[in-house]
């Protein structure tokens, strides 16, 4: 059974940053592209960034481009998002995928999904 686990989030005040990680197990995900996504409150889950299975190619939101960085390390299973400059406008609950495909930027894309973590920027 695939299970891949969030951590990291939490309470920031704007500009600060966060680091979030995405332990994935069950199996061997090095040949799965993988993405980070959020939801606001009343909002649709939208890409953030995504990462293919070798980590060559990354993809990131317009939103966050120059701020966030996605990372991963296959010897560990492991999916990074660092966020830097954070802003109010970041508040979500983030949440990892994983694509056995090539990465996309829509939900239907990833066929395995993490519980989520709280980002929350304050003003």
């Known amino acids: 059974q695939v299970h891949l686990v969030e951590s990291g989030g939490g309470l920031v005040q704007a500009g600060g940053s966060l680091s979030l990680s995405c332990a994935a197990s069950?199996?061997?995900?090095?040949?799965?592209?993988m993405g980070w996504f959020r939801q606001a409150p009343g909002k649709e889950r939208d890409i953030v960034a995504a990462i293919s299975w070798n980590g060559g190619s990354t993809m990131y939101a317009d939103a966050v481009k120059g701020r966030f960085t996605i990372s991963r390390d296959n010897a560990k299973n492991t999916v990074y998002l660092q966020m830097n400059s954070l802003k109010p406008e970041d508040t979500a609950v983030y949440y990892c995928a994983v694509s056995s495909g090539p990465y996309g930027r829509v939900v239907d894309d990833y066929d395995y999904w993490g519980q989520g973590t709280q980002v929350t920027v304050s003003s």
């Open positions: 069950g199996r061997t995900f090095g040949k799965d592209a």
